[in-house]
């Protein structure tokens, strides 16, 4: 997440925990950090034009149409 302000990631962790239960194990904090950082990439990703239509992924993995 470069380009991305440290207090802005701990202001979107502390976010992340707020919405998990009391009794989260850290298993769960750590899918739920994951799930969002994935998120906010694929979303940044989308933002810059880095997409593939579906026929273009289905031409890659040779798939049909």
Do not use: C, H, N
């Not at 707020?18 to 298993?27: F, G, I, K, N, S």
């Amino acid at each position: 997440m470069s380009g991305v302000k440290e207090t802005d990631i701990r202001r979107k962790v502390d976010e992340t925990l707020q919405t998990l239960p009391v009794d989260a194990t850290w298993a769960d904090v750590m899918e739920r950090i994951y799930v969002r950082q994935k998120i906010e990439s694929g979303l940044s990703d989308v933002a810059e034009g880095k997409t593939l239509s579906v026929a273009e992924v289905r031409k890659r993995f040779g798939l049909s149409e």
